[in-house]
């Protein structure tokens, strides 16, 4: 069967369906990764298909727009601009969408391109399921993850998640009418389409443990958690020689790295860093990510991109933006986390971290001092009950058969189209 996985955004809005894929790949199933051109060397090295989408996101990020984001000082000020700036783009992915979907025979839908995907797979009678890396549903039992937000309380957060929900929605209103009009489908808007999802009960299956955040009890049936799927990483794949060197020269260092996240001044976080490694008496490796973050000495090692299945297990700790993506990262390797939450859904995951004991807290990008990250540091790498809770829930999750549930579902829209 040809199955198409449809993702926009970060790296780590991408390289989780690397694993993903490769799996269904190994299944029997003709499996093709469709998004932004930049990710192609990614999905490469996964032995899946590759289909280029326009929008460099890293680009965006560097844009004017881009970096007006960091003006916004809360969760729901940056949201709302991050809406802003994607509704002038999602109608450049439309067209390689839609050529994608003609040549698959199911399609598997992030939470980022969901209502465009949907919108396709209705207008060509092709089956197609939800594939998220987020909780987005609402629920009375926390806040929308993507405000960054406390609990208000269970009326409040399940009326919080709907209002995100309608806003996201928002950005997909204009390029859904387009296609809906194109593909002969009659006019719904983007709320009452996804209205419909639910009360068809749409089936979406999250990459994240119930172990890191059990399923609401309150979500429909449709909606399941089925452990995290893993950045697919070649068995060849190795540390690069200096990288090495630099591990076998001294105590387990800690792994510095804020993914695709940006940062208004590289230079000053980067100075932080590394007084407040030096401070806390550790070895720094510190990859420069889409920040730039950089550090020199005989005690510091800058890296580019690198496996972090096979980095994260030699850490000492892991500093990093709890994105969605290196928070599992972590969890798998069973190190203490320091999360430095930048925007968005950080601020969730972050909170988990600390909530399961695996981490002593975050420090949020915009208290991040060098005293205040060197006693995380020293917290986190001095108490051992940190590290022993991390290397207790890597093995349980290890366990968990995250592929299996989207493998039986592909097989099952499979069935019911043919």
């Not at 999905?43 to 280029?52: G, I, N, T, W």
């Not at 893993?230 to 260092?253: E, I, Y």
């Amino acid at each position: 069967m040809r199955v198409a996985v449809m993702t926009a955004g970060s790296r780590g809005d991408v390289a989780p369906y690397t694993g993903l894929g490769h799996e269904l790949a190994q299944a029997g199933h003709e499996v093709t990764l469709v998004t932004h051109a930049r990710f192609a060397p990614l999905v490469e090295a996964s032995r899946v298909r590759f289909h280029p989408l326009p929008v460099d996101p890293r680009a965006e990020l560097e844009s004017e727009a881009g970096r007006a984001l960091h003006r916004s000082t809360t969760g729901a000020g940056k949201l709302v601009r991050v809406i802003t700036m994607a509704r002038s783009l999602v109608g450049q992915m439309a067209d390689g969408l839609l050529e994608a979907a003609h040549a698959n025979d199911v399609l598997l839908l992030s939470s980022s391109l969901a209502p465009l995907g949907h919108t396709i797979a209705e207008g060509l009678a092709l089956p197609s399921m939800g594939v998220y890396l987020q909780p987005l549903a609402a629920t009375g039992e926390f806040a929308p993850p993507v405000t960054g937000t406390r609990s208000f309380g269970r009326t409040a957060n399940r009326l919080a998640g709907q209002a995100v929900n309608a806003a996201l929605d928002h950005v997909f209103a204009d390029t859904t009418r387009s296609l809906r009009a194109r593909l002969g489908l009659p006019h719904t808007g983007t709320r009452a389409a996804r209205r419909a999802r639910d009360q068809q009960d749409w089936p979406v299956f999250h990459g994240f443990s119930e172990l890191v955040v059990p399923r609401p009890r309150d979500w429909r049936p449709g909606l399941r958690v089925t452990g995290y799927w893993w950045p697919h990483d070649p068995p060849s794949a190795q540390l690069p020689p200096l990288l090495r060197d630099f591990l076998a020269s001294g105590p387990a260092p800690v792994f510095v790295g804020l993914g695709s996240a940006t940062v208004p001044d590289p230079d000053q976080v980067s100075d932080t860093v590394v007084r407040a490694l030096r401070a806390a008496g550790l070895r720094g490796v510190i990859q420069s990510g889409w920040s730039g973050l950089h550090g020199d000495g005989e005690d510091m090692l800058t890296i580019g991109e690198v496996a972090h299945s096979a980095l994260f297990p030699r850490m000492a700790a892991v500093v990093h933006h709890a994105g969605a993506g290196t928070t599992a990262a972590g969890l798998r390797a069973g190190v203490p986390a320091v999360p430095v939450p930048i925007q968005f859904d950080e601020a969730f995951w972050a909170a988990r971290l600390a909530a399961l004991g695996i981490s002593p807290g975050p420090v949020p990008l915009r208290r991040l001092t060098a005293d205040t990250l060197t006693a995380a540091l020293i917290a986190a790498t001095s108490d051992p009950a940190y590290g022993h809770r991390a290397r207790a829930l890597a093995e349980r999750i290890s366990q968990e058969d995250s592929v299996g549930p989207v493998l039986a579902a592909v097989n099952r829209l499979g069935n019911a189209g043919a």
